[in-house]
Each structure stands twice: as structure tokens, then as C-alpha cells.
């Protein structure tokens, strides 16, 4: 069976139900009403307040057809081919994770019952690809059930949308027909943990994950101001930068280079990204309900009740993190996640889009365009009520980033003050504190790690304590300290005092015990092991910074980087070496943006030497047409 030969229902019509009793919905949009629908958010697909995808397509059905009958969901993808490199469903009723193998086609491995039946893009399904539950699997055939392809009524009774040969190759394999003489199945994606037969994701193309760069025409631009001297957060960025200047170190020539990204790549880490926010989320999980693996974290007993309690209440609240990879023809390779006081974004977000219309590089897309629109949204849908008290300390660059976050929060219609130091806190006559103008503090976003406030708390509490020493209105001549206010209980700090836990290096080793040889994970231990020392390894300081105090050994134990800073003293993780690609000299690692956990930008930052750290510079990224990049 292929195609029903019937006019197309009106969207939104209800043309059958797959087992379950799950509806499918016509999608013809030539047949929107647009009263009903009138803008992009109207079609949104939610049940149980959990989000579904784009009314009525057939990621849409996919999603909801699993939610419905098994209680999980998968990722969100760009497209629907993008299901096949996906790793993990999340089940919702604890947020667990379970292992999704793909197979294809043609696999030993049957297709079954429930599994996700995937096309690759071209042809009938263009860019897209396209996905169905499969529903039967007979001797010859098997049947599934879609959304966005036929828009006819199913007959009476049936639950399936279409059926396919199925036939055994003379490998013994299982081969589906696509139906469609331009378009092929791919294959199909089982939830389990059985790993035989399933095919091992990597860059199916390394050519495209080598990233280069490029010089714009020099035509004096860089004589010329190009940043808004008007605007908060690029007039303190030029202060910073000590002139209009994408970064204050590098010479003349090198304020007209950039990098170029392949589109592949570029949807690589966007894929990465998503799924790697929800592998730290599901560690975060673990290590609260373990005191053992909390024990790691070296966080004061005292706090660890408050901890749990951000946890359970604030776990969806988060704005933003950054994460850092490593992005070469080897593949992805993710070095930290920086959930707590991430850096870059004024960078990604807008001073790589100004730089490159000034120097006239309009060759491939911004990176960093929409990420500024996703922090809008972010603290539209925060709950801040009153005012959002912009907490930094007084170095150049907590300016800009804390004017770049306070646009963004305005332009959600949020009212917002910096306070710089905590010099100007008080008290008022009812116990709160409280800015300069007397407006109590109760939403904060902060510039400083949780780690600042910790190094308080450990200089005067015991292990034991069950509660931490802060100040209330009634320590008579005592000013607020920092600690008094992000850990007050009425005060909502973003982020949340949880991303303590997904921020800090022993994460690292507990992911790589969960999802060993996790294609995005670098082998990591809290244990020096042979492994390392047939490779290579790198220590890190669990709650470092900046780059700072991370030591390089190459596989005969020969130190070959080394960097200096105030974390020498807290315990330390090993991880693999997997050093940074080299180009033009630049030793060169991809961050992105998480927004709300999910993919809003990227940016690239470079080293002349093998470590990353906080004077590292910050050059445009632009991304590019695959066929572009592999011309070069």
C-alpha cells in the first residue's frame, strides 16, 4: 500500500488511531485557518503540559505516540532524520534515561513492535526525512502509522497508516521497501539495551568537522568604530577591549580573521548539545540522591539539604550554560559544562554579528543570531516578579556580560538594576536586604560562580553543621556578604544553586561511568589508571575556573602544559588528552550556548598554547555551506 488516492482533509482533522488509541491528525497547510492559527506558537503541540512538537508533522505523532504508550519521549530534533544519531529517551516519571539504538536497514536486527521507523531525506521528504511507529511486523510486510504525509481518513478499524514489503537479504538481513521510487528508509530505532547489530554514530563525513579561518578584505576597517558607544553593554565592551576591537591582544591583521564551520558540523553540536544537557540532568539526579558520589563534590554538609531543595524546586529554572568541545575530523569531544556563570555570551551573541557586517563578511550565517531572541524568551517565561537584581563584581568584563543580560531581561519586559560589589547592600526593618535605593532583593542573576559563595561558607562552618552561617537583619552592624544573599530562602538566584553539581569536574567521571564510550564523553577518573597513561591525560581542579590550574601529560608522563591559578588545592579529576585542533597556528575549541537546555549559539575561542583559559581571545565563527568548506 502507498498512497490513499483521496482529497486532502482540512488540518486538524482527525483521520484515525494508531494502537494506544493515539490520534492522527491531518496536516495540510494549505487548509489552515488562520483565526485559528494565527502565529508560529499556535502550533505548538502539548499533552500533560509536555511539549509534543509542530502541529501536526510526524516527529509530532512519533513523540506523542511514545508518551502515550510508554511514558517517554525523545529529544527534539531540526529533522526527522536527526532521530537515528539520537542516543537516549528521557522516561518522565523520574526523568530517567534510556538507551535508543538505531539499525539499518537491512540489519540482522528485525524491526518491531513500537519502534521508530526512519526515512532519509530526499526525494518524497525533501530535507526533512520522516518517521513512523511501526505497529506490525508480519512475514512479509509491516505496518505503521504517520502524521504528515497522507491527509485522508484511515477506513474503519484500521490503525495503521501504510504498510511496506519486507523481505530477508541474502545476508540474512531484514530489508524494508521505501514506497517511493526517490526516497529510501534509513532504517529503524529501538528502545533497548541490547547493542547488537546497532550501528556505532560518528562523523560520517570527518572532512566536514575541520574547521579554518580566513582573513576579510583589509580595507582600514579596523580604524573605524563599529560598536554602539550608546549602548550599555557595547560601550562597556569597548572599555574592555580598550577600543572597537573583537579582542584587545592580537595584532592588526589577526582583527580581520575569522573561522568558518560546516553546516553538518555546526547541526552536530547543536544534536550534542541538546542531548548532553539532559546526560548532565540525569547525573545531577544521581549524585543528590547519593550521599557517596555528593561526597566528590566537596560542598559543605550543611548545604546539602538546601541543595537537594533547589533541586526539587527549581530544576526547570535555569537561563543559560555553555558548553566546550573540541570539533576536529576525530569528531566531538565535550571538555565541561558550564551551568553556573558562564562567560561569551555578548561575545556570540552580538559583537561577532557586528564585527562581521562591519568588516563586510557576509559569507555563511551568524552563529550566535538568534541567541540573544532565546534569552528574551528565557526571562520572559522566568517568573521574575519585580526587580531582577543583576549581581557582579567590578572587572570590565562582568560589565558587559551583566549589560548584555540586563538588555535581554528589559527586552522581556523585566525590570532590572546592577548592583556592582555588595558595598551598597543593607538591611531594612524587616530582616531583608536590600540595594542602595531600599528595593529588596529577591531575583538575582549573578555574574560570580557558586564557588565564591562556598569559599564563605567553608571558612566558617564545621563539616557537621547542619546549618550555614548566614546573617540575618538582627546582626546588628554587620553588612550583607554575598553568601547572605544567594542563599537566603526567599531570594531566587539564577542560576539555581543546584548547577553547582553539572558545573563541578567530578560530574566527569560519574558521566563516563553512566554512558561509558559515550561518543560526545572523554574517558574521565577520579583515579590516575593505566588507560590514561597509554594516552595521555589531563587533571583538572573539580571546581576550577577559567582554565586555571590544569595540568597536560602526554602518554609517557612528560608534562606539556601547565597553568597556574587559586585552585591547587582542591581534589582533582583525570581526563583523557584530547588536545584541540590546530589552525593557523590557533589552537581552537567550539563553545555553545544552552538555553533552557536546549541549542541557541555558538562561538569559537582560540590559544596560541594547548589550554583554553580566561585571557584566551574570541574570534567571529561563521557558518557555511557544507560544499564550501570541503572546496577549501
Sequence with gaps: MHKLEFPPEKFGTLLGRAPGNVAIYSSHYPSVDPGEHPDRDSFRSFLDGVYM?????????????????????????????DIFALHHVTRLADNQLLPLHSFLNGSPRSPQVGCLLIW????????????AIVTEVLADRVRFAEQNLEHCKLPDNQTWSRELPLSRTAEGGYHIQSGFSDSHVLGWVIQTADTRHAEKTGPAQPQLYRLNSRLAPRRGQHLQPWLDMGDGAEAAFVRAMHGHRLTEALD????????????????????????LHLMFMHATQAVLHD?????????????????????????????????????????????????????????????????????GVSEGEDPGAGLTAELVDAWAASGVQGVLH?????????????????????????????????????????????????????????????????????????????????????????????????????VMVYEPFWTLIPSNKAMLPLLWKIFPNHPYLLNSQYELTGDFDRRGYVTKPIAGRCGFNISLFDKNDNLLKETRGGFNRQDQIYQRLWKLPRIDGYRTQVCTFAVRGRYAGSCVRVDKSLIITGDSELLPLRIVEDAELVAE
Design 252 to 275: 592588526e591583521a589577526e582583527q580581520y580573521r575569522y573561522f568558518r564551520m560546516s553546516e553538518t558540523a555546526e547541526h552536530e553540536l547543536r544534536r550534542a548539545t541538546n542531548e
Design 53 to 81: 512538537g509542530y502541529k501536526w508533522q510526524c516527529v509530532e505523532f512519533a513523540r506523542r505516540w511514545l508518551y502515550v504508550n510508554h511514558g517517554y519521549v525523545f529529544d527534539d530534533v531540526a529533522m526527522a532524520y
Design 390 to 490: 543583576i549581581m557582579q563584581d567590578e572587572n570590565n568584563e562582568e560589565t558587559y556580560h551583566a549589560e548584555y543580560i540586563r538588555a535581554a531581561a528589559e527586552a522581556a519586559g523585566l525590570s532590572c538594576r546592577i548592583i556592582m560589589g555588595v558595598s551598597e547592600l543593607g538591611w531594612n526593618d524587616k530582616g531583608e536586604i536590600v540595594d542602595g535605593e531600599g528595593v529588596p532583593i529577591l531575583f538575582v542573576w549573578k555574574t560570580w560562580a557558586w564557588e565564591t559563595a562556598l569559599e564563605q561558607i567553608r571558612a566558617e562552618c564545621e563539616a557537621d553543621d547542619t546549618r550555614p552561617p548566614l546573617r540575618t537583619g538582627a546582626d546588628a552592624g554587620k553588612a550583607p556578604r554575598l553568601v547572605d544573599v544567594l542563599l537566603r530562602p526567599e
Design 120 to 131: 532519509e531525506e530526499g526525494g518524497e521528504f525533501e530535507v526533512t526525512g520522516h518517521v
Design 291 to 359: 550521599d557517596n558520589l555528593l561526597l566528590r563534590f566537596n560542598i559543605p554538609v550543611s548545604l546539602w539539604p538546601r541543595l537537594r531543595k533547589s533541586w526539587e524546586n527549581r530544576r526547570g529554572q535555569i537561563i543559560t550554560g555553555r558548553f566546550d568541545f573540541a570539533v576536529s575530523q576525530r569528531g566531538i569531544k565535550v571538555y565541561e559544562y558550564n551551568a553556573d556563570s558562564a562567560s561569551c555570551y555578548m561575545e556570540a551573541g552580538r559583537v561577532q554579528g557586528k564585527w562581521a557586517r562591519h568588516f
